[in-house]
């Protein structure tokens, strides 16, 4: 009954929460926070476990697998734009997933984490869903991978025009794959608030990263293990 009542409850508090989120579009107030802080609390004041609160809603998370595929709509609807920034945007993608992998790599090493934990600290440096696929070929943990991805997405967003200001640049383009390929859906939202250009290219940025990870990430990433040890 009470494993019923959380997916009663985290359908409505997301609801709610994206409602007021689109009257007052606050950073603070996006569901991706409000609904896991609050739903945290109330967990923590009325004694329900992971795994009673995850019996019924473990399919919420499942359903973000085939979700994946609608990423392949911007790709189409915007191929023209890809071709005439193929260069900026590999670039871009190889830097950012090069510096993820490899900065999460040393942070995990330098706190002795074991190998799930880092596994899924490696796995993080991309959008949700393709993260959450990229820590099962890793043998990673989902539950963590999503939560350093939304940790990761939030700080890029919130640090994130302070450090574009801070390097001068003034390229949508490059703006926007920074933001794309640095904090996620996080980054792409608040680039879509900058600039419709810099929306566009974080769109853009974060799916093709997160297919290429998803592709060859596991991969790379052993090679990369196997090198370092």
């Known amino acids: 009954m009470m494993s019923l009542l959380c997916l009663v409850w985290t359908i409505l508090a997301y609801i709610g929460a994206k409602q007021i989120y689109k009257k007052y579009p606050k950073i603070w107030l996006t569901p991706a926070i409000t609904v896991p802080t609050i739903t945290i609390l109330l967990m923590v004041i009325f ?15 499942q359903l973000i697998g085939p979700a994946t595929v609608a990423f392949a709509v911007p790709i189409y609807r915007y191929r023209n734009i890809i071709k005439e920034h193929i260069t900026v945007l590999m670039v871009s993608i190889f830097v950012g997933m090069s510096v993820g992998v490899l900065s999460a790599y040393g942070f995990a ?52 025009d302070l450090i574009l200001a801070i390097t001068k640049i003034k390229s949508n383009i490059a703006n926007g794959a920074a ?9 792409t939202a608040r680039a879509h608030q900058r600039h419709s250009e810099e929306g566009v290219i974080a769109s853009l940025t974060m ?8 592709v060859v990430g596991p991969f790379l990433i052993q090679l990369f293990i196997t090198v370092c040890n």
């Open 47 to 61: 004694g329900i476990s992971y795994q009673t609160y995850n019996q019924d809603t473990h399919w919420l998370t």
């Open 109 to 160: 090493q330098l706190f002795h984490f074991d190998s799930e934990v880092t596994h899924s600290l490696m796995a993080r440096s991309i959008s949700t869903p393709f993260a959450m696929i990229l820590a099962e070929d890793l043998h990673g943990s989902a539950a963590l991978v999503s939560l350093f991805t939304v940790i990761t997405g939030f700080i890029g967003m919130i640090f994130g």
């Open 179 to 187: 933001l794309g390929n640095g904090a996620h859906a996080f980054g």
């Open 207 to 214: 799916v093709i990263a997160g297919i290429l990870m998803v």
